[in-house]
């Protein structure tokens, strides 16, 4: 009982060790999985928010009507129902300086940095994460989208603060850990009763028939587990002094 006992602990550990090596490493994959899926999820809601103000902006700068491009920054600003995790809407000449924010001091200003820089002069949708001294050091989700309507008229950006999408996905990484590791709890348990019940346990009753010794289990062995043949009872020689 003693030495099926430490086979049973020895399978036990290995059964252990290898579950936290794959627990570990589909932790690892499922968080980032989640991690970018929310982030993805934030800037393709921020490009359907810029979207539906593309058309009314490039009319509006083309008619010179900075009124009504404060209006639709105000509108969108006030939209927060749909959008609560909004930050800040910019519009920007097709020169990078802000026509429109919804921070008024910003009017005229020309903002710095390569992000706004590529965001003037490319022709497609560009996005970012960086942390905002200006905005309370809180990490932002940074969105521009070119306003087109026949020639490229400026630039539409908005910050997203990124904290509702981080916690998001701890929510949802924590949901995930603990499906995992009840997933692995049961597979372990199992595989355990099913390794101790039909390997471990037939060889201990083998030894305990052969009287300890294992070269009276060897024919009892081979007697049960290879009933037909010579070569496998090669292959089961060394079976019995597992127990030694």
Request: net charge negative.
């Amino acid at each position: 009982d003693t030495r099926a006992m430490r086979i049973k602990t020895r399978i036990l550990f290995s059964l252990i060790g290898a579950n936290l090596l794959v627990f570990s490493v589909l932790w690892a994959v499922l968080q980032n999985m989640v991690d970018d899926a929310l982030y993805e999820q934030t800037v393709r809601r921020g490009e359907a928010l810029q979207q539906a103000l593309v058309a009314p902006c490039a009319i509006a700068i083309a008619n010179h009507e900075i009124e009504n491009i404060d209006y639709y920054v105000g509108r969108l600003m006030r939209s927060r129902d749909s959008a609560q995790d909004l930050e800040y809407v910019a519009i920007l000449d097709y020169e990078g300086r802000i026509l429109s924010h919804s921070d008024e001091t910003q009017y005229m200003a020309r903002p710095e940095g390569r992000f706004y820089r590529d965001a003037v002069s490319r022709s497609a949708t560009i996005h970012r994460v960086f942390f905002s001294a200006s905005h309370g050091g809180r990490e932002i989700i940074e969105i521009a989208s070119p306003i087109v309507s026949g020639i490229r008229w400026g630039t539409l950006v908005a910050g997203f603060q990124a904290a509702p999408s981080r916690e998001a996905a701890r929510t949802l990484n924590l949901r995930l850990l603990l499906g995992v590791l009840i997933i692995l709890l049961i597979t372990s348990a199992a595989v355990y009763i099913s390794v101790a019940h039909n390997v471990v346990e037939p060889i201990r009753l083998l030894a305990e028939a052969a009287g300890g010794n294992p070269g009276m289990a060897l024919p009892l062995w081979t007697a049960a587990l290879c009933p037909g043949g010579d070569e496998g009872a090669q292959d089961s020689e060394e079976a019995p002094r597992l127990l030694v």
